[in-house]
């Protein structure tokens, strides 16, 4: 019985460092060979608990992690003590506060898991270690820098070219597989918007579909 849950462990640790391997497969393109013993070596198991920190304002980040269950979330607080959301992480995303851990400066924002989340993390010095020796760790660096900036101006035209009801419908679009997991608290901080208003767009879009 104790053979049978050994294997069962490590079955299931060996599920989590896979789907890591593919993803950074699908990053650089599959061309390049990655090597799950040596990611094994570098990428440690970590277990956050529904609202603990994976990095907090004014922490120098020492690590990067790829998110195999569960669910994190980016926020700033406000001088008024308000909650502004940057950015959703779930399953098969990586979850960092990127350029404080480049620069090692401290974070602008809090990480928080919204869910209990297994992470697999890279610390600082392995994290560059790879990049140093390795042409395909290079070119993953450099491809997940661009998916951020990116993303990071794709979330800045949304506030400045599209309504709150467009954000929503875009929101609806690229997190739907995130929606009920979410709360709309935190869509609306996300959205820029109050709850109040959210529920004005939500219940609109409503009506127009029940006409």
Same mark, same amino acid.
Request: net charge positive; aromatic share 14%.
């Given at each position: ?5 050994? %294997? ?10 896979? %789907? @890591?391997?593919?993803? @950074? ?5 599959? $061309?390049?060979i990655i090597d799950q013993d040596e990611i094994k070596s570098v990428f440690k198991m970590e277990h956050y608990s529904k609202r603990e920190y994976f990095v907090k304002e004014g922490d120098i980040p020492n690590k990067?992690?790829? /998110?195999?269950?569960?669910?994190? $979330? ?27 851990? %480049?620069?090692?400066?401290?974070? %602008? ?30 070119? /993953? ?18 506030f400045l070219k599209e309504t709150g009801s467009e954000r929503y419908a875009s929101f609806l679009k690229e997190y739907k597989h995130l929606t009920g997991r979410i709360s709309i608290k935190d869509i609306a901080s996300? @959205? ?5 208003? @959210?529920?004005? /767009?939500?219940?609109? $879009? ?6």
């Amino acid at each position: 019985m104790k053979r049978d849950m050994e %294997l069962t462990n490590k079955n299931n640790t060996d599920d989590k460092y896979d %789907l @890591l391997v593919s993803e @950074l497969k699908n990053i650089c393109d599959d $061309k390049e060979i990655i090597d799950q013993d040596e990611i094994k070596s570098v990428f440690k198991m970590e277990h956050y608990s529904k609202r603990e920190y994976f990095v907090k304002e004014g922490d120098i980040p020492n690590k990067i992690g790829f /998110i195999t269950k569960g669910l994190m $979330k980016y926020y700033y607080i406000d001088f008024d003590g308000n909650e502004w959301i940057k950015y959703f992480s779930a399953e098969n995303d990586f979850v960092a506060s990127y350029a404080s851990f %480049l620069y090692q400066t401290p974070s %602008l924002y809090y990480i928080e898991a919204m869910e209990d989340t297994t992470v697999l993390s890279i610390n600082f010095n392995s994290y560059f270690n790879q990049i140093n020796k390795s042409r395909t760790w290079c070119n /993953i660096a450099r491809k997940y820098t661009e998916k951020i900036y990116y993303e990071k101006e794709k979330r800045e035209a949304s506030f400045l070219k599209e309504t709150g009801s467009e954000r929503y419908a875009s929101f609806l679009k690229e997190y739907k597989h995130l929606t009920g997991r979410i709360s709309i608290k935190d869509i609306a901080s996300f @959205l820029g918007l109050t709850p109040v208003s @959210l529920s004005r /767009i939500r219940n609109k $879009k409503q009506g127009k579909i029940n006409k």
